[in-house]
């Protein structure tokens, strides 16, 4: 229906999973149980205790961190247990995945320095180019028109400042 | 008849130019949020909050909570016509939705899912305003043990009412507040968990958070997911309405069913999720008819959404009378309040008489509103989804980048938001569910200050919270929420029937 599809098209096919559910559980109720250990340490240092005022800065979190601790100790058994082998990703989906995760983070690394509006022209483009395998014409006019629309409503009509890069200020703003 | 005075004031203000304006606005806006993966309630009305902050908290409040109305019912249009839950709520809309679109009745499912929506919305507004004012009367009272007690119910409550594994709700939720805690701490200006990054004194935001969890792993979970819209064409016109509506009365016993059950679900923080699936199943339980559930019953259109839309609307009654939120929304709402400068609470009734009625009367008028202006521009909406995804895509990350800025002008919540992302992609991939951390993250700081200021009156004794009958029945109250799953299922056991476990 649209040219954006081949892409997206092979994701309908099963390919090999990168890990299962049971290694995904398990992963995260490990880096659960490592940051609450971390913060445990952090507020015990702190000051968990009782103080003269009352109870210190570290009472309230040390008391949440150790429940998180116990609870992913709960998760971690049930995923050992429960040995769910369905994958928790598929090579192709990671893909996709991917696809838009990286240009995310150039995006947004981009911003520092170009401004959020040419970064944003440049990466709407960039998916339309490569992805959507538009002409650069097409995704130039409406990457160029939308941002134009949120410079208008932002800058003009709301008087937020969003972040600008040279481009702007060579223009005056 | 106070109440029906003040409400009356209070139309009184909505329907000024401006705030007509705004509410119109506000629903269009709702609508483009409901019906775009990856924009939904909570982060549509947390994008759009720093563009309010100087306006006044009445225009405020009814843009916001009208873009909440909005996305309600652009919910509904993605479910019915792409077979696509635009929100997780109208994912049982979908059940018998798609199929009546299929058979070319995509107009009659559309109609009764919005009548539906509005019937079960009014429902909602009707209880928030002969309760709310009662409720926050009552909750004058409260000193810091009751408000921890109720902070304490409503979490149990999640806990024990949760679909998820418990220890996974508990997981997200004391992470929120976890999250929360990080910065300095209020009352002895110490910080906390900063680990010497600079970045994290300010500790995190619950609006950056909200961009993250929902609208980022969102357009993730999408993306994999690899959809392609193949939608229904919609085509409503007048005769198809007012067919539609002629043949509702008959359904009278779902409606008013779907609207309770979805009251009770959004006063108690179950939710409008939650509450769409009860209201489907007991539709079907009690049907004359169940077997045709599933194949295109208009009563399998009209039951979740009824429900969800009450159960929406009715997570404001907790959040405007007590100060707190029933849903992620709400909780984003009730954030909304506090940077205006207003404290919510019971005393919002008596301080702030406008503010809380013009709300109200915003609601009553907002779905009415947003009811028409669904049916006349269905077709507008539907077009938005035939829109390429690598268009769609990039240009919700930068308007997603841009709300993530917006909250405080800092490009360090824009990779905070990123981070958020990829947890809140990871955490749904393993059903954690995400409104309990944006509920502890929000009210994290009043819940632990509510705790303190008690533990500080009664050195330390945890007993406290048991020593007076209102303090003592709300805490024995959470602690049925809590273990009521467990409870159930021992009664269960020890009668030798089948365990009722959750499912």
Not at chain 2, 203 to 222: N, P, Q, Y
Not at chain 2, 307 to 335: E, N, Q, Y
Not at chain 2, 420 to 445: E, T
Request: hydrophobic content about 55%; glycine content about 10%.
């Amino acid at each position: 229906m649209n040219n954006s599809e081949p892409l997206i098209e092979e994701v309908r096919e099963h390919s090999p999973a990168v890990f299962s559910i049971r290694t995904a559980e398990i992963a995260v109720s490990i880096a659960l149980a490592i940051g609450s250990l971390i913060l445990v340490w952090d507020n015990y240092k702190l000051g968990a205790g009782w103080g003269p005022y009352g109870p210190e800065a570290g009472y309230f979190p040390i008391r949440l961190a150790l429940i998180v601790l116990i609870a992913s100790i709960v998760v971690f058994i049930h995923a050992v247990r429960d040995n769910d082998q369905t994958p928790f990703i598929e090579v192709a989906q990671a893909k996709l995945v991917a696809v838009i995760l990286l240009p995310l983070l150039v995006f947004v690394f981009a911003i520092a320095y170009l401004g959020i509006y040419v970064a944003s022209i440049l990466f709407i483009a960039a998916f339309m180019v490569f992805l959507g395998k538009f002409p650069i014409w097409k995704a130039a006019l409406v990457s160029i028109c939308l941002m134009g629309f949120f410079f208008y409503i932002f800058e003009i009509q709301f008087l937020v400042p969003l972040p600008k890069g040279p481009l702007e200020n060579w223009l005056g703003y | 008849m106070e109440e029906l005075n003040s409400l009356m004031q209070g139309f009184g203000h909505v329907l000024s130019w401006q705030n007509t304006g705004l509410m119109l606005l506000g629903i269009l806006l709702g609508i483009v949020v409901g019906v775009l993966p990856g924009l939904g309630g909570p982060n549509g009305v947390a994008i759009l909050l720093p563009l309010t902050f100087s306006m006044n908290p009445t225009s405020a409040i009814i843009l916001l909570s009208c873009i909440y109305w909005g996305a309600l019912f652009g919910g509904a249009i993605t479910s019915i016509l792409f077979n696509i839950p635009g929100e997780a709520w109208s994912v049982a809309t979908t059940f018998d939705g798609y199929p009546m679109a299929q058979q070319g009745r995509a107009g009659q499912a559309l109609t009764s899912a919005f009548t539906g929506s509005c019937i079960g919305a009014l429902f909602g507004v009707i209880i928030i305003t002969f309760l709310a004012p009662l409720v926050a009367k009552f909750a004058l009272r409260f000193g810091p043990p009751e408000f921890f007690a109720v902070y304490f119910l409503t979490f149990c409550s999640f806990i024990g009412m949760g679909k998820e594994p418990k220890a996974k709700i508990i997981i997200s939720m004391c992470a929120g507040f976890l999250l929360a805690a990080v910065g300095m701490d209020t009352i002895s200006g110490q910080l906390r968990m900063t680990f010497d990054f600079p970045e994290l004194l300010r500790g995190f935001d619950f609006l950056v958070a909200v961009i993250g969890l929902f609208g980022v792993s969102e357009i993730l979970m999408t993306m994999e997911e690899g959809l392609a819209f193949k939608g229904k064409k919609a085509k409503i016109d007048l005769k198809v309405v007012f067919k539609t509506w002629a043949s509702l009365p008959k359904y009278w016993m779902t409606l008013l069913r779907s609207s309770i059950i979805g009251c009770w679900l959004g006063i108690t923080p179950g939710g409008a999720v939650a509450a769409s699936f009860m209201g489907y199943g007991m539709a079907k339980k009690f049907s004359r008819t169940p077997d045709e559930f599933g194949k295109g019953a208009i009563e399998g259109v009209l039951a979740p959404e009824t429900a969800a839309h009450a159960a929406g609307t009715s997570a404001l009654l907790p959040m405007l009378a007590l100060g707190i939120p029933g849903s992620a929304t709400a909780a984003v709402l009730l954030g909304g309040l506090m940077i205006w400068g207003l404290q919510p609470g019971p005393m919002l009734f008596v301080e702030q008489k406008e503010f809380v009625w013009s709300l109200i009367a915003s609601m009553y008028l907002g779905n009415i509103a947003g009811l028409l202006v669904v049916l006349s521009t269905v077709p507008l909406f539907a077009a938005i989804l035939r829109i390429p995804f690598s268009i769609i895509a990039p240009a919700i990350m930068v308007i997603c980048a841009i709300g993530a800025y917006t909250v405080h002008n800092a490009i360090f919540d824009i990779w905070q938001m990123v981070v958020f992302g990829v947890i809140g992609y990871i955490f749904k991939k393993l059903s954690y569910p995400l409104a309990p951390l944006v509920l502890a993250l929000v009210l994290g700081d009043r819940a632990e200050d509510a705790f303190r200021q008690t533990m500080v009156g009664s050195k330390g004794a945890l007993g406290v919270f048991w020593s007076g009958g209102l303090v003592g029945t709300i805490m024995t109250l959470a602690m049925i929420a809590l273990l009521w799953p467990l409870v159930s299922s021992l009664i269960a056991r020890l009668r030798n029937r089948e365990p009722v476990l959750a499912v």
